[in-house]
């Protein structure tokens, strides 16, 4: 093979099963993403600082020894983030060394340049997107970007990808969407002819019993005055609260995983 495409890898995840794709899977988290999420769970893969530089014959050998487990299940690797997509290079080489009975998976955003999305077409047999809203203005407060790639990308799919192999995840974004904007989002996407799969990013635990006083509170520690939170508080400061804590959770539980090796940092930059 000539010029072997290097990427920055985060971590990699083992033995994963139903969540990121058919059978056993192996995550590969590929550092940096164009996104601000506000409840992102990687916020340290977002500047493309942390990672391991990997070739793809690097990654192929790394997991060369998942094949068993792959062999069995139909399973295969799931390229995750940070934004994988936009190394659509580091992919495509991927696919083309690797077993033939490896399944390849993607999360996604969508919001990439078009280019990367065609490169890709013909060599992932799941696309799993998260689109977050459809909705531009909900889109931008979440993300602080816009949304028109995310639209545009998912036109192309469905003119181009059997339906079957694209999974559209719509979360429910606590503080950002509602419940009837979940709705609208799946209305316009399974009109495109996509499955939909809805979750919520953060759930607001169930009251305890007795006092009343909501039991994540204890969570939160020092963070705010529990008494500040009560059902009828201000939309505004319960809006807080929920940014409190979730900074909370980013900070306890950085990266989501079993990450295999120490994550280095380094200026170098594969990002285009
Ligand atoms: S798309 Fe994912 S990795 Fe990027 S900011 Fe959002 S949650 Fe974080």
Redesign the pocket.
């Known amino acids: 093979m000539t010029n072997p495409i290097t990427a920055k890898i985060a971590g990699i995840s083992r033995l994963r099963m139903e969540t990121d794709g058919p059978g056993i899977r192996t995550l590969v988290h590929l550092s940096r993403?164009p996104?601000?999420?506000r409840y992102?769970?990687?916020?340290e893969?977002?500047s493309g600082r942390i990672g391991k530089p990997f070739t793809t014959e690097q990654l192929l050998k790394e997991l060369e020894c998942d094949d068993v487990y792959f062999r069995a299940s139909n399973g295969g690797v799931t390229f995750s983030?940070?934004?994988p997509a936009c190394r659509s290079d580091f992919i495509e080489q991927f696919r083309s060394i690797c077993p033939e009975h490896w399944t390849i998976a993607i999360e996604t955003?969508l919001n990439v340049l078009p280019e990367h999305v065609e490169q890709l077409a013909g060599c992932i047999d799941l696309w799993i997107v998260d689109i977050k809203d459809l909705d531009g203005e909900i889109y931008h407060e979440y993300?602080g970007v816009a949304n028109r790639r995310v639209l545009e990308n998912l036109r192309y799919l469905a003119e181009h990808v059997p339906k079957e192999r694209v999974l559209v995840r719509v979360p429910l974004i606590p503080w950002y969407n509602t419940p009837a904007d979940v709705q609208a989002s799946i209305k316009v996407v399974e009109e495109m002819g996509f499955k939909t799969e809805t979750f919520t990013y953060v759930t607001e635990p169930e009251q305890s019993p007795g006092d009343g006083k909501p039991e994540y509170i204890d969570l939160l520690g020092d963070l705010v005055d529990p008494k500040a939170i009560t059902d009828t508080h201000p939309e505004g400061e319960r809006k807080m609260f929920w940014k409190k804590f979730v900074e909370r959770i980013n900070q306890e539980m950085p990266l989501m995983g079993i990450i295999d090796f120490n994550m280095t940092e380094g200026d170098d930059n594969e990002w285009d």
Do not use: D, F, Q, Y
């Open positions: 993403c996104l601000l999420c992102c769970l990687n916020p893969l977002r983030g940070g934004e955003s993300t």
